[in-house]
């Protein structure tokens, strides 16, 4: 049990603050693709470009593996998180990009008629109204991080998936416990998603929206 219970611990961990860092990277690299400056949206290119194209588990043999060679030491749990948010961030800064350029021009040319500066037109207009399109596409980010989590095993971080690798190899107990581990990343899934619906709910009712039927049913909400 202290296995299970490290590594779903180093599982949530990986989970939790890769989708914060990969949160940051998306914003500041969906809104550098959304830039009216052309080098702004070129280095956003390339980020999210790069990044889609790498596959997390090559990215963290480099973290893990390569980057020492050049005497830079990094915590394996930590270049888990780092890989995993990299990579996922730039899937994520696609959603953000989106999301920003689904808000009606009207409502920025509202916003110019105010005197807004930039800064208050993305914090006051655009923002509040994208983040509420983004959470359905991020809620899938979210589950595919998860699922990549699973990964960091194959380099010796003692997540779910290395914990149950361990309880088969001293058991012998192939199918039962990769049901168990079945199981389990089913569970933390719907935990993730049922807070995200939760998330997406609270978003709506802040703008006076219809939340969307699912899990918690359809409710009007007052505008």
Known sequence: MSFIWEGLANTLLLTVFGALLGLVFAFIAGLGRSSERKWVRGIAMVYTEVFRGFPSLVLLFVLIFIIPTFGFQLNPLIAGILALALNIGAYAAEV?????????????????????????????????????????PFTNNLIELLKATSLVSLVYISDFTFAAQLIRASTGETALVFFGLLVGYGIIALVFTTAMKLLERMAARSLGRTVPSGLFGRKEVAA
């Open 96 to 136: 953000v990009r989106g999301a920003v350029k689904a808000v009606p021009p009207g409502q920025l040319e509202a916003a110019i008629a105010l005197n807004f500066t930039p800064v208050q037109r993305l914090r006051k207009v655009i923002l509040p109204q994208a983040v509420v399109a983004m959470i359905p």
